[in-house]
């Protein structure tokens, strides 16, 4: 609209679009000119996910994406009037898919320097994790001591996930991986001596997987996860409404029950 335009017309005519919306009328008229593979009504966003659980993963026996990351995305964006579609790529290619605005936004991610040339980051985050070391249980590499893990050590790494200066200043040598998943599976099979891993998501991925771990301390800083917005219009004014919403719905019981309901407590994010 033209800037002269008062707030109070632009908000009638916001108030209405969202009616428009919630009754399902663009879906309608989007099913009626066959247009579903070429158009998506204005509150639909599409957001990329990795399968990290508990933060996210597709349970097939609902048919949908779950998680704690997730399900706190949903609640807050529907709050705000969106829909949400999730779709999952391998970490690397979901950055390249940010980098060109293909997409409206992906979880449950680092705020680094590199990603911010690309993508806006709110002020409140969606989550938080602890990065440790894991080995098999029978290893006699001690892990209690960063010192005391050899150089020759093979510590494997998920390529385009983020981890803290310890980890990258650690002597022992480092080997990428496709997925965490495929790093249990390579310490399992002893082609790596250490798998670096979020601990919720490492802890999930041994039971999963039937591999006797053990975890190292907490080396390092919390890793602070944010759900991150395409740098374009749409992305920028995403940005301040999540945001606020975000931070307003983690003081409320719906927020806890969420944690809850995935074994986590406030104080495991939070404290």
């Known amino acids: 609209m033209n800037k002269n335009i008062g707030n109070e017309i632009i908000a009638k005519i916001e108030a209405v679009l969202k009616k428009i919306h919630e009754k399902g009328i663009m879906q309608r008229l989007i099913k009626k000119y066959n247009l579903q593979q070429y158009v998506l009504p204005g509150n639909v966003l599409e957001i ?4 990290w659980k508990p933060y996210s993963w597709y349970d097939e026996n609902k048919n949908e994406w779950v998680g704690v990351d997730v399900d706190v995305a949903r609640t807050v964006l529907n709050k705000l009037g969106y829909q949400t579609i999730f779709l999952t790529y391998p970490r690397v290619r979901c950055l390249e898919y940010m980098k060109s605005g293909t997409y409206d936004a992906v979880m449950s991610l680092c705020a680094t320097a590199d990603r911010k040339a690309f993508l806006l980051f709110p002020d409140e985050p969606l989550s938080t994790g602890k990065d440790v070391l894991f ?17 020759q050590a093979r510590c494997g790494y998920t390529d385009g996930y983020a981890y803290g200066d310890w980890f990258w200043n650690a002597k022992f040598k480092k080997i990428n991986v496709a997925s965490d998943e495929a790093g249990f599976k390579l310490l399992e099979n002893r082609r790596i001596d250490l798998f670096v891993c979020n ?8 039971k999963e997987l039937n591999i006797d771990v053990v975890s190292s301390p907490v080396f390092g800083e919390k890793m602070i996860y944010y759900i991150a917005f395409s740098q374009n219009y749409h992305g920028t004014n995403l940005l301040k409404s999540v945001s606020q919403e975000l931070k307003h719905f983690k003081r409320t019981k719906e927020y806890l029950n969420i944690l809850s309901g995935y074994g986590i407590s406030y104080d495991d994010f939070w404290k």
Not at 48 to 51: G, K, Q, S
Not at 199 to 206: D, H, K, P, S, Y
């Open 48 to 51: 990329l996910v990795a399968d």
């Open 135 to 151: 080995k098999l249980k029978e290893s006699k590499i001690d892990i209690a001591d960063l010192r005391k893990i050899p150089e």
């Open 199 to 206: 601990l919720l998501v490492g802890r999930q991925l041994a």
